[in-house]
C-alpha cells in the first residue's frame, strides 16, 4: 500500500484501545487484551502511550514507561498494511522525543532476536545490544535481545534524532 495518506502521531485514548487491539491481533503471537491497555491509558502513571493514525484510522501504536530515567518502550506496533511506509519511524521519532520531555536519560526496549527488520529500525535510532534474555517470549519461548541507546543528551543521540527529524521533513 503506498502512502495516500498524512500520518500523525499523537497521544493514544481509550477511544484508540479496539483498534490498537486489532493491530495487537494482527502482529503479535500473544496480544495484549484490550483491557490492558485502558488499565495502562487510566491507571498507570508511568505509562505513555501514542498512537499513528492516517485519515482518521489508527495504523501504528507505541507506549513507553518511565522507569526512573529509563523509558522502557513496553509495545510497539504498525497494521500490517501500513508497515515499510515509515510509520514505525515516525512512532519510534515520537517516542524519543516524548522520553526527553518526560526527563528519561536513556531508552530500553526488549525484541525477538528473530525479528531482524525491528533491530534494523532499534539501531538506525541508536539502539545497542546490551544483553538477552533467554526464553523471554512466552508463546515460543524465543529469547529476547536487550537494547539500550546511549544516554539521550548526548552529542551522538541529538544528531541521529536530528538527522531524523530532517529526513522526515523531506
Do not use: C, K
Not at 532476536?113 to 532499534?122: E, I, T
Amino acid at each position: 500500500m503506498a502512502l495516500t495518506a498524512r500520518v500523525v502521531v499523537d497521544a493514544m485514548t481509550p477511544d484508540d484501545v479496539l483498534a490498537v487491539h486489532e493491530i495487537e491481533r494482527l502482529s503479535f503471537a500473544v496480544p495484549w487484551p484490550p483491557h490492558a491497555f485502558e488499565q495502562e491509558l487510566r491507571g498507570n502513571r508511568l505509562a505513555r502511550y501514542l498512537v499513528a493514525r492516517a485519515g482518521g484510522s489508527v495504523v501504528g501504536f507505541a507506549g513507553i514507561w518511565l522507569m526512573v530515567d529509563d523509558a522502557h518502550v513496553t509495545t510497539f506496533g504498525v497494521h500490517p498494511d501500513w508497515r515499510r511506509q515509515g510509520i514505525g519511524r515516525q512512532l519510534m521519532l515520537n517516542l524519543a522525543e516524548l522520553s526527553i520531555a518526560i526527563g528519561a536519560r536513556q531508552m530500553t526496549l526488549e525484541v525477538r532476536v528473530s525479528n531482524q527488520g525491528a533491530q534494523a529500525l532499534y539501531r538506525s535510532f541508536g539502539f545497542e545490544v546490551v544483553g538477552q534474555r533467554p526464553r523471554y517470549y512466552t508463546d515460543d519461548g524465543e529469547d529476547a535481545l536487550v537494547m539500550t541507546t546511549p544516554p539521550l543528551a548526548d552529542a551522538r543521540m541529538r544528531a541521529v534524532l536530528d538527522a531524523e527529524r530532517r529526513r522526515q521533513a523531506e
